[in-house]
């Protein structure tokens, strides 16, 4: 018995030093390809497998691409795409489970595209997990076994799920890379045949916001009604002034109104005007936003704060194009576009009867969404360039450049509060410069990582996962702004879970509840 324990200790002992090692190669990682070709040979070594690939999913073309592997030729790897659903690769990325096959020379599920083969007398298992982060599916990781008859592979499962964990952030920004790249060549296709619009005012080339300004050409000649969808701080003001600026109005008003900020008592003052006399302080006749924007175009921002009452109203507006003032009895014709904005879930609000259902579909004709800066990543390079510039007039400054390790913390950041907080980081940022440079130790003490400022930890393997449950908690909480349930959801665990370890953690809940209303 003690001879087992012993050899039990040893295993244990030998897991955690090849987990901490991986660890330390994907924080010191400069060149993301080479590492994960580094990791992937070293679990080979480790689970005495032949063969082990990372897939990754390109939501672009619908298609999962072998991107990194060990024992791979090149041309072999060249033939591993898939479509999802499309074999056992494909069929995981369906699925979200991780799928075993203990002899892939009798299962058909199993298409070997790669055409790998075994030097093994036995047979040869398959075995491929999910690699998720923020509850999507980027990659597969996977790896081919010789065995003499083995049955019971839950244990290598159970460690590639470990180490699946371990670089899934590494793997998500591949992943990005490579839907980048492909989007650049079709660019770079559409260059030679068409012109592609962008925006003036808009700073931006990942393919995400490509999408987008394809939607703003088609839509922006015409007069239907636009609804932005997108969180805080994404920029929705601007997608709906460069609408604006690329309809046949653009030389006509664009009147801007946030909703949320104008006082229920005022707001139907404001938007349609009133008469001398037709409440107490009306002394004089009042022009409202509609009938200023006449002929051109009208923003309205934070639609989901508008009241009932004057949502009835909007919907004549949209309906018959006519206004009446405020206390007045005469109908004024109007020709004015409307284009709202959101960060609200509407749908759930109908069904709680907190805005009318009616009035949704008349403002949400033709809907955008305006991706988070987490979803256009590529884009984050050329906006602090914008920023440092823009910020360097405003402020006097001369700062000249930020350094590659601050870029790559300002890449691997969720961003909560978007391209808002993006300018905010680097403004605070070139404050602290003292050299004309922006350095990693510059950036806000949420971004700074152990490399950044000199704090690798060397305890523990317990203390270093702790640290990480730790962190995946405050990054929930940071993004459901402070909401205990949601972010218990978010990280598939109770909601008494989630307080045990809240209270175990000594996490201050109420620092994340006033998010919700600085970014909004």
């Given at each position: 018995m003690l001879c087992d324990r012993i050899k039990r200790n040893c295993y244990v002992e030998t897991d955690l030093t090849f987990l901490v090692n991986i660890s330390n190669i994907i924080g010191h990682s400069q060149d993301i390809y080479q590492n994960l070709e580094v990791v992937l040979e070293d679990l080979c070594k480790f689970l005495d497998a032949q063969y082990s690939m990372i897939a990754i999913v390109d939501r672009n073309d619908d298609k999962i691409m072998i991107s990194a592997a060990y024992g791979l030729t090149k041309e072999e790897k060249n033939?591993?795409?898939y479509k999802i659903g499309e074999g056992i690769i494909g069929e995981v990325v369906q699925t979200e489970k991780a799928i075993i096959i203990n002899d892939i020379s009798k299962s058909k599920r199993f298409l070997n595209k790669?055409?790998?083969?075994?030097d093994s007398s036995g047979p040869m298992a398959f075995l491929c997990v999910p690699l998720v982060i923020r509850n999507e599916i980027t990659a597969t990781l996977s790896i081919h076994k010789a065995h003499n008859g083995m049955t019971d592979f839950s244990a290598e499962i159970k460690f590639l799920n470990i180490v699946g964990t371990l670089i899934a952030k590494n793997v998500s920004i591949r992943r990005k890379q490579i839907e980048e790249v492909d989007e650049l060549r079709k660019e770079n296709r559409l260059l030679r045949g068409e012109r592609i619009y962008k925006p003036d005012n808009i700073i931006g080339n990942s393919s995400s916001m490509n999408d987008l300004y394809r939607l703003i050409e088609k839509v922006a000649p015409t007069n239907s009604s636009i609804m932005i969808r997108g969180e805080s701080g994404v920029g929705k003001e601007l997608i709906a002034e460069a609408i604006h600026n690329a309809s046949g109005r653009s030389s006509k008003p664009f009147i801007k109104v946030n909703c949320s900020a104008l006082p229920e008592s005022l707001i139907e003052s404001e938007l349609f005007g009133h008469e001398k006399g037709s409440f107490t302080g009306a002394n004089l006749s009042h022009t409202g936003r509609f009938e200023m924007a006449n002929g051109g175009t009208i923003f309205l921002d934070e639609i989901g704060d508008i009241p009932i009452s004057i949502q009835v109203k909007l919907l004549r507006v949209l309906q018959q194009r006519q206004i009446e003032r405020v206390g007045g009895n005469k109908t004024i014709d109007i020709d004015v576009r409307i284009i709202t904005a959101t960060n609200r879930n509407l749908e759930e609000m109908i069904k709680q009867n907190l805005f009318r259902e009616d009035f949704y579909y008349r403002i949400n004709v033709f809907p955008i969404y305006v991706p988070a800066l987490r979803e256009r990543a590529a884009d984050i390079p050329i906006l602090t360039d914008h920023f440092i510039a823009k910020l360097n007039k405003i402020n006097g400054t001369n700062?000249?450049?930020?350094?590659?390790?601050?870029?790559?913390?300002?890449?691997?950041?969720?961003?909560?509060?978007?391209?808002?907080e993006l300018e905010n980081v680097i403004e605070r940022a070139m404050v602290l410069s003292t050299d004309c440079v922006i350095h990693s130790y510059n950036l806000p003490p949420t971004l700074q990582t152990g490399m950044s400022s000199n704090t690798i930890n060397k305890g523990t393997l317990k203390n270093a996962l702790e640290q990480v449950e730790k962190q995946m908690l405050i990054d929930s909480l940071i993004e459901m702004r402070g909401n205990i349930t949601k972010s218990a959801e978010q990280l598939g665990i109770t909601r008494r879970i989630m307080g045990l370890l809240i209270a175990r953690y000594k996490i201050q809940v109420?620092?994340?509840k006033h998010l919700s209303n600085e970014q909004n």
């Amino acid at each position: 018995m003690l001879c087992d324990r012993i050899k039990r200790n040893c295993y244990v002992e030998t897991d955690l030093t090849f987990l901490v090692n991986i660890s330390n190669i994907i924080g010191h990682s400069q060149d993301i390809y080479q590492n994960l070709e580094v990791v992937l040979e070293d679990l080979c070594k480790f689970l005495d497998a032949q063969y082990s690939m990372i897939a990754i999913v390109d939501r672009n073309d619908d298609k999962i691409m072998i991107s990194a592997a060990y024992g791979l030729t090149k041309e072999e790897k060249n033939r591993g795409v898939y479509k999802i659903g499309e074999g056992i690769i494909g069929e995981v990325v369906q699925t979200e489970k991780a799928i075993i096959i203990n002899d892939i020379s009798k299962s058909k599920r199993f298409l070997n595209k790669t055409g790998v083969t075994s030097d093994s007398s036995g047979p040869m298992a398959f075995l491929c997990v999910p690699l998720v982060i923020r509850n999507e599916i980027t990659a597969t990781l996977s790896i081919h076994k010789a065995h003499n008859g083995m049955t019971d592979f839950s244990a290598e499962i159970k460690f590639l799920n470990i180490v699946g964990t371990l670089i899934a952030k590494n793997v998500s920004i591949r992943r990005k890379q490579i839907e980048e790249v492909d989007e650049l060549r079709k660019e770079n296709r559409l260059l030679r045949g068409e012109r592609i619009y962008k925006p003036d005012n808009i700073i931006g080339n990942s393919s995400s916001m490509n999408d987008l300004y394809r939607l703003i050409e088609k839509v922006a000649p015409t007069n239907s009604s636009i609804m932005i969808r997108g969180e805080s701080g994404v920029g929705k003001e601007l997608i709906a002034e460069a609408i604006h600026n690329a309809s046949g109005r653009s030389s006509k008003p664009f009147i801007k109104v946030n909703c949320s900020a104008l006082p229920e008592s005022l707001i139907e003052s404001e938007l349609f005007g009133h008469e001398k006399g037709s409440f107490t302080g009306a002394n004089l006749s009042h022009t409202g936003r509609f009938e200023m924007a006449n002929g051109g175009t009208i923003f309205l921002d934070e639609i989901g704060d508008i009241p009932i009452s004057i949502q009835v109203k909007l919907l004549r507006v949209l309906q018959q194009r006519q206004i009446e003032r405020v206390g007045g009895n005469k109908t004024i014709d109007i020709d004015v576009r409307i284009i709202t904005a959101t960060n609200r879930n509407l749908e759930e609000m109908i069904k709680q009867n907190l805005f009318r259902e009616d009035f949704y579909y008349r403002i949400n004709v033709f809907p955008i969404y305006v991706p988070a800066l987490r979803e256009r990543a590529a884009d984050i390079p050329i906006l602090t360039d914008h920023f440092i510039a823009k910020l360097n007039k405003i402020n006097g400054t001369n700062v000249k450049r930020i350094t590659g390790s601050a870029l790559d913390m300002l890449m691997m950041y969720s961003w909560p509060g978007n391209i808002r907080e993006l300018e905010n980081v680097i403004e605070r940022a070139m404050v602290l410069s003292t050299d004309c440079v922006i350095h990693s130790y510059n950036l806000p003490p949420t971004l700074q990582t152990g490399m950044s400022s000199n704090t690798i930890n060397k305890g523990t393997l317990k203390n270093a996962l702790e640290q990480v449950e730790k962190q995946m908690l405050i990054d929930s909480l940071i993004e459901m702004r402070g909401n205990i349930t949601k972010s218990a959801e978010q990280l598939g665990i109770t909601r008494r879970i989630m307080g045990l370890l809240i209270a175990r953690y000594k996490i201050q809940v109420k620092n994340y509840k006033h998010l919700s209303n600085e970014q909004n």
